[in-house]
């Protein structure tokens, strides 16, 4: 780990992570079943700005690829992983838990039962699929965090922590109850659950914008008070720092851009786990440092590994969450033997 103040290290490491994401968005529009230029997807990009004419250089059918299938996904990418990652780092830092995720609070169960619900009624592609999502995750965070409320404050992480699991249980009991019940939609659902961003358009990326904004703009306003909640509920009482309100925004801030980019994208796992730690062995744990650098990394990552998805079993694609589960799974096994070996 590097032994540097954050306020020294923020500046260079912001440029090195932005340089990552800027290199695998590049990977993610250039390389597939077309290969395309630099040049090319440079004058596409740069013709769609405001007042630009396009150029003439770039054929209509690679201007289409680029601009209404690949930078879509891209984007959606981008704001998927960036958003799973950071929701994971706070998630970690409000409930000072390395194990935590942004599925934690029930989120995964409440979106699955919604997506199955809209898959039931509507089929695979019905419009109400994202909403339906959407609600369920929302709905399923609220009754965890209402249920861990009613209990004392002294014990309050622990008692969301275990609603969470409960409210999961239950939820993803009446998720397999309507799976049964309309066999013909499994395919379908185990679909949305494994996670895809083959069907991402720009009409994603802009409804997961406003959701993804302010969950990032908050969390990143709060960075500071989660390196005080680190030290304990009490200590950072007599810090003069309202504990349960604090806990309770950041926790409804990563929970509202989580239920919104799941909603998009299906159940992607790992993400908001594997960047985090790795963020933390490199550069400390500072959330000064680790939730913006985990937006960035998030974001790389999972274009990286949809990347992967595209090109791995051509003509066909593989889940993205079949992929991010090969990478993470791995490398969370490691992190746990190696923090296992410290404790030692």
């Known amino acids: 780990m590097l032994d540097v103040q954050p306020s ?3 500046p260079r490491w912001w440029f090195v992570a932005a340089l990552v994401l800027a290199a695998t968005v590049l990977g993610g529009l250039s390389i597939g079943p077309v290969p395309l230029t630099v040049s090319d997807i440079w004058a596409v990009l740069v013709g769609h700005l405001p007042g630009v004419t396009r150029s003439e250089t770039v054929s209509l059918a690679h201007e289409a690829i680029i601009w209404d299938i690949r930078f879509p996904r891209v984007m959606l990418g981008v704001l998927v992983g960036g958003t799973l990652a950071m929701a994971g780092a ?6 000072r838990n390395p194990l935590a995720d942004p599925y934690l609070l029930g989120v995964a169960a409440g979106a699955g039962l ?3 619900l809209a898959i039931a009624v509507g089929g695979a592609g019905s419009a109400f699929l ?11 965070a609220a009754i965890t965090y209402a249920i861990g409320a009613a209990s004392s404050r002294t014990s309050s992480v622990a008692s969301l922590i275990l609603s969470g699991v409960a409210v999961a249980a239950f939820l993803t009991a009446a998720q397999t109850y309507v799976q049964q019940r309309n066999s013909e939609t499994l ?3 185990y679909s949305w659950i494994l996670g895809r961003l083959s069907t991402a358009g ?5 409804s997961v914008v406003p959701y993804v904004f302010v969950a990032s703009v908050t969390l990143f306003a709060l960075r500071r008070m989660l390196d005080v909640l680190a030290l304990g509920d009490e200590e950072a009482t007599a810090l003069g720092m309202p504990v349960t309100r604090i806990r309770l925004i950041i926790v409804a801030a990563a929970t509202l851009g989580t239920a919104a980019v799941v909603a998009v994208s299906g159940l992607i796992g790992f993400v908001g786990i594997v ?3 790795l963020l933390r062995l490199l550069f400390g744990s500072s959330y000064r440092l680790l939730i913006p650098l985990s937006f960035l990394g998030g974001g790389a990552f999972l274009v990286a590994a949809d990347l992967v998805a595209r090109i791995a079993i051509p003509p066909a694609e593989l889940p993205i969450g079949v992929i991010t589960a090969f990478l993470g799974a791995p490398f969370f096994a490691l992190i746990l033997r190696t923090r296992q070996g ?3």
Request: aromatic fraction near 10%.
């Open 187 to 189: 395919r379908e659902v």
């Open 90 to 95: 706070a998630y970690q830092g409000v409930f």
């Open 8 to 10: 020294r290290l923020l």
């Open 130 to 140: 994202p909403v339906a999502a959407f609600v369920g995750a929302v709905a399923a």
């Open 342 to 344: 410290a404790v030692r």
């Open 202 to 206: 720009w009409s994603d990326v802009r």
């Open 275 to 277: 960047i985090p730690h």
């Open 114 to 116: 919604g997506a199955t």
